[in-house]
């Protein structure tokens, strides 16, 4: 693959718009580039994750896969009509899903986010994806978005749920259980 940013600054950006994937400009603040923005946030968020010590191979794995799936994801939201993600992105997800959820007691009371470094990153994440999702539904009212794209999302927020509490419980044994205050 050949250098594809010679330049790191254009000066192109500096009235308030962006270049999109197909070569048109929009506004740095439209729905668009929020909704890209915001799951290249998540991104970031996920590497929050994966630079702590307490996540297992198969969770690096996982999340790792899950980062170029978003890269990809950025990708189909930035240039209108392209397609990057595919069911299969979704189905690996659910299968992820169900494997680690397997082996944790099932939920009586809400969590807080937390129960170690790793899981309150993970947390961090997934509320990040939680609001890029947001972010995609209000650019599908005003715009063509391939619903693909939201499941995904939809989906990798309960993946990154569950694998908060499997890390808050290899970090810390146990999940922070939320108790109302009266």
Not at 70 to 94: K, N, Q, S, T, Y
Request: glycine letters at 8%.
């Amino acid at each position: 693959m050949g250098h594809r940013l010679t330049k790191i600054y254009t000066r192109t950006g500096d009235d308030g718009t962006t270049g999109l994937g197909d070569g048109s400009r929009t506004g740095k603040d439209s729905l668009r580039v929020e909704a890209f923005g915001t799951v290249d946030e998540a991104n970031s968020a996920i590497s929050l994750v994966l630079a702590t010590d307490s996540v297992s191979d198969d969770i690096h794995l996982c999340l790792t896969e899950v980062q170029h799936d978003l890269f990809e994801l950025g990708g189909e939201l930035c240039i209108p009509g392209h397609v990057a993600i595919e069911v299969g992105f979704i189905d690996r997800l659910e299968h992820e899903l169900d494997r680690l959820n397997a082996d944790l007691p099932p939920l009586k009371e809400f969590i807080l986010p937390g129960g170690g470094t790793a899981a309150a990153a993970c947390h961090l994440a997934r509320a990040i994806v939680r609001r890029a999702e947001r972010r995609v539904v209000s650019l599908m009212k005003i715009e063509p978005v391939r619903p693909e794209a939201l499941r995904y999302l939809n989906r990798l927020s309960d993946l990154l749920f569950v694998i908060a509490r499997v890390l808050a419980r290899s970090e810390s044994g146990q999940e922070i259980y939320w108790e109302r205050r009266d």
